[in-house]
C-alpha cells in the first residue's frame, strides 16, 4: 500500500483547480486556500492542496493535468494572483517537479510554471470551499470550470473518478 502524498498547485481561480483535482482517481482529498512559498512566506496565491496515491496517479499526471488546465504558457495581469506554480514538500518532489517540467518543456512547449517549495497555508473560508460540487450549475462553474473538466474527459479520462 503506498503511503499518501501531497503536492500544492496553483495557477488559475482556486476553485477552478480544486474541481479538476477532485474528479480524478487517486486524489483522496483537495484542500484549496492560499499557498506561499518558502522564498516569499508573507505573498500567497490562490491554490490547492493536493493529497494523493502514486500507486494511482502518479506526480507527472498531475502536473501534465495541472498544466493543461490553466494558463500555464504565458503572463497575463492576475499573476500577481495567481502563480502559475508547484509547490513540493520535500527535495525529492522538487527535483523530481523540476525534471517533469524540464522535460515537458524540451518535449513541445516552454511553460511559464515553476516548482517551488511549499511556505505557508491559509484554507479558503467554508463558503467557497467544493466551490464546483455545491453547485456545478452556476454561471461561473459552466463558463470557467466546466471547460476544464472537459480536458480532462477528452485527454486523461482513465484518470477520472
Request: positive net charge.
Amino acid at each position: 500500500m503506498n503511503k499518501i502524498q501531497k503536492i500544492g498547485v496553483g495557477g488559475g481561480c482556486h476553485w477552478c483547480t480544486e474541481a479538476v483535482f477532485q474528479f480524478l482517481k487517486g486524489v483522496e482529498r483537495v484542500e484549496q486556500g492560499y499557498i506561499s512559498t518558502s522564498i516569499e512566506p508573507e505573498q500567497f496565491y490562490e491554490g490547492v492542496i493536493v493529497h494523493f496515491d502514486p500507486g494511482i496517479i502518479d506526480l507527472e499526471t498531475l502536473i501534465r493535468i495541472h498544466l493543461q488546465t490553466h494558463q500555464s504558457k504565458k503572463n497575463h495581469s492576475l499573476r500577481s494572483r495567481y502563480l502559475s506554480a508547484v509547490y513540493t514538500f520535500t527535495k525529492e518532489q522538487f527535483s523530481e517537479a523540476e525534471n517533469i517540467l524540464d522535460r515537458l518543456s524540451r518535449e513541445n512547449i516552454d511553460f511559464i510554471t515553476e516548482v517551488f517549495y511549499f511556505g505557508k497555508f491559509r484554507e479558503s473560508r467554508e463558503q467557497i470551499r467544493n466551490y464546483y460540487r455545491k453547485d456545478p450549475q452556476r454561471p461561473f462553474c459552466k463558463r470557467y470550470i466546466d471547460p476544464k473538466l472537459k480536458i480532462i474527459q477528452d485527454d486523461f479520462v482513465n484518470y477520472l473518478k
